[in-house]
């Protein structure tokens, strides 16, 4: 699908992830909406690549509403990166994980990832079919190889990325008929502020462990991704690892 002069929404575009993605599909020359619960961050971003932040809690339904009203233009692309890793053991030293936790996690990880699947397709629906397969639009979530391989204190956070990872076959062959593509990114670690943060002894071991290349993720190499499934019209009902080969050990 050719995204250049279309819109094209990212979630968490205020930094990190999203922010590189927004930076990517911008260079394509694709009308971005940065949507961020720090409209400020978005703000500052949007500026930089001549795009729109607007402010949005994903897993917010009225957020969620009020932010895609905003959007005008054919909606063809939706790419959601927002998202929240909280650590807490089941068995703490002191306590037993409350359950306020978990739900926490998994109401703005999976929550917010169909809250945001199901307005982005209500809107594209309503495009005109476009090249020779009559695509409408595309749709990329954000699940994490702790979806498979989930490490000791994860248990919430993995979950949630299971469920993103579950539910994008079924969205794909649901929404198939709308000619929407349903696509997920599982990363592994990527190269944040926050990583960059921790101690060179204890990152390099961390980048030790990935077999090739031996190093992070990129941000931006996850953009490209993104921008690699907008492109070709096969990639539908598929989680895509981006990991280096990785995988995760218990802690």
């Known amino acids: 699908?050719?995204?250049?002069?279309?819109?094209?929404?990212?979630?968490?575009?205020?930094?990190?992830?999203?922010?590189?993605?927004?930076?990517?599909?911008?260079?394509?020359?694709?009308?971005?909406?940065?949507?961020?619960?720090?409209?400020?961050?978005?703000?500052?971003?949007?500026?930089?690549?001549?795009?729109?932040?607007?402010?949005?809690?994903?897993?917010?339904?009225?957020?969620?509403?009020?932010?895609?009203?905003?959007?005008?233009?054919?909606?063809?692309?939706?790419?959601?990166?927002?998202?929240?890793?909280?650590?807490?053991?089941?068995?703490?030293?002191?306590?037993?994980?409350?359950?306020?936790?978990?739900?926490?996690?998994?109401?703005?990880?999976?929550?917010?990832?169909?809250?945001?699947?199901?307005?982005?397709?209500?809107?594209?629906?309503?495009?005109?079919?476009?090249?020779?397969?009559?695509?409408?639009?595309?749709?990329?979530t954000t699940a994490s190889i702790a979806a498979y391989e989930g490490q000791v204190g994860q248990a919430a956070y993995a979950a949630s990325k299971g469920g993103v990872a579950a539910l994008t076959l079924p969205a794909a062959r649901e929404l198939g008929r709308f000619g929407i593509r349903v696509v997920s990114i599982a990363p592994g670690s990527v190269a944040t502020p926050m990583i960059a943060s921790v101690p060179d002894d204890i990152r390099k071991g961390l980048e030790d462990q990935v077999p090739f290349p031996k190093r992070f993720i990129k941000p931006e190499e996850i953009g490209k991704l993104a921008l690699h499934i907008v492109d070709n019209a096969m990639l539908n009902g598929e989680v895509i690892r981006i990991d280096g080969a990785h995988r995760l050990p218990p802690k």
């Not at 250049?4 to 922010?19: D, H, L, M, N, R």
Request: aromatic share 4%; net charge negative; with cysteine.
């Open 1 to 140: 699908m050719n995204i250049k002069s279309k819109s094209v929404i990212v979630t968490g575009a205020g930094s990190g992830i999203g922010e590189a993605v927004a930076r990517g599909f911008a260079a394509a020359g694709a009308k971005v909406w940065l949507f961020d619960r720090d409209l400020a961050a978005a703000e500052k971003v949007a500026k930089d690549i001549g795009g729109t932040a607007v402010e949005c809690d994903v897993a917010e339904a009225k957020s969620a509403e009020a932010a895609f009203g905003k959007v005008d233009g054919d909606l063809r692309a939706l790419v959601h990166c927002a998202g929240i890793l909280i650590g807490k053991r089941i068995l703490g030293k002191d306590a037993v994980a409350d359950l306020e936790h978990f739900a926490k996690v998994t109401h703005v990880n999976l929550n917010g990832t169909f809250n945001m699947l199901r307005l982005a397709a209500d809107k594209m629906q309503h495009n005109a079919p476009e090249g020779e397969d009559g695509e409408r639009g595309v749709i990329i």
